[in-house]
């Protein structure tokens, strides 16, 4: 089967700062991102996406017709058994949303003269808080989908302390001294992971391939840290997209932290209000900052953005690509991207530093930054300058 995954202009939006660098798709929510759930349980062959023209030359577009499907859509059993059965000129929609139906390249999204299939029951991603909002639940989902008629690595370490059934470990995992609970929800940690010594974890959890959880961490339940990261201090319901660190004492809760980010050593961010007020967070769509309808609300990080030691974020703050912060203080609580500066004022971060870092950091994991990399982020300088204010005057 082949799948491609249709990001409107209104989604892909809604998703930033995530999406400046991917399809909302290729975002993690649970253990897998969102189309690799649907790759999973569709077992998909090939695997396309439709968004921001700059991200062809990482993400490929169809050649011809597949099966479509909106991108922030997550699967459930009514879903797939729906789409599953889905006939060349059928769709299935729920209170007016097209959800998934066959389309070739040049057709548009759109239920046109298809006939509607109706379901009750449909979630989508579709700003980022709901990242973490929903995280908890989908880690249940995905470990239920991942480990299906199959056998956890034993537990060896006779000074782990394990509560609950639902613990699930890939081959090469490394655990020492540490206490899982899964009392309140399912622990998976990935292949080749590593839990330190004095690590205390909550389900839901999950820890992906080749990630460790640093000494004396503390971590509570709906988190997830993506694969190749580092994590330590305090974390709670948030969610490390992959490939960065926060292997420092500090807190982090309630946010979302993109790919190839670093948060220095005592870094924490508030996610409530001392009035216990709804948070706001930036809206790139609306270009305001939105009532996100929850009292918990923490950090939004877009991918290759760097904080200093004793960095302090706000409830709410919005970090766009490629943003290095330091100094003291409280920033501002929306960063664009390719900001250089702290609380006392910003400058621009110019491409070629970018790359710089950007080469350094990535050599680190064993990757190398491709011409494919410098021209996405080129691509959103040039897209994200509006909002660098200082530029104009």
Known sequence: MQVTFIDSEEAWYRMLPLTYTRPVADLRVGILKIHEKWGTVLEVDETYFVSKDYLE??????????????????????????????GANQVVVNGGNLLA????????????????????????????????????EEIGRDFDL??????SQPQTDPNTKTYGQHIFLEEGVTIKSAVLNAEGGPIYIGKNAEVQEGSLIRG???????????????IKGDST?????????????????????KGHDGFLGNSVIGEWCNLGADTNNSNLKNNY?????????????????????????????KCGINTMFNT???????????????????????????????????????????????????????????SILSAIFEFTSEFRVWEKK
């Not at 991942?146 to 056998?151: E, V, Y």
């Open 101 to 136: 139906g066959y389309f070739s390249p040049d057709e548009p999204f759109e239920v046109g003269s298809r006939v509607s299939i109706e379901i009750k029951d449909a979630t989508t991603v579709n700003y980022p808080w709901d990242i973490f909002r929903l995280n908890g």
């Open 316 to 374: 709410g703050t919005t970090i766009g690509v490629s943003a290095n912060i330091f100094g003291d203080g409280f920033p501002r609580n929306f960063i664009p991207s390719f900001s250089w500066g702290g609380a006392s004022g910003f400058s621009t971060y110019p491409t070629k530093k970018v790359f710089e870092t950007a080469r350094h950091v990535l050599t680190r994991r064993g990757k190398e930054l491709t011409k494919e990399d410098e």
């Open 277 to 305: 007020a709804n948070v706001k967070m930036w809206d790139f769509h609306s270009s305001r900052f939105k009532d996100t309808g929850m009292q918990f609300c923490g950090l939004i990080m877009g991918d290759h953005s």
């Open 146 to 151: 991942i480990t299906k008629n199959r056998s």
């Open 57 to 86: 030359v990482q993400f490929a577009k169809p050649q011809s017709k597949t099966l479509s499907i909106r991108s922030g859509l997550l699967p459930n059993a009514e879903l797939v058994d729906v789409i599953r059965k889905l």
């Open 204 to 218: 839901p959890f999950a820890l992906c391939e080749h990630s460790v959880v640093n000494m004396g961490a503390k």
């Open 225 to 245: 840290i993506g694969p190749h990261s580092k994590v330590g201090g305090e974390v709670s319901n948030s969610v490390i997209q992959g490939y960065s660190n």
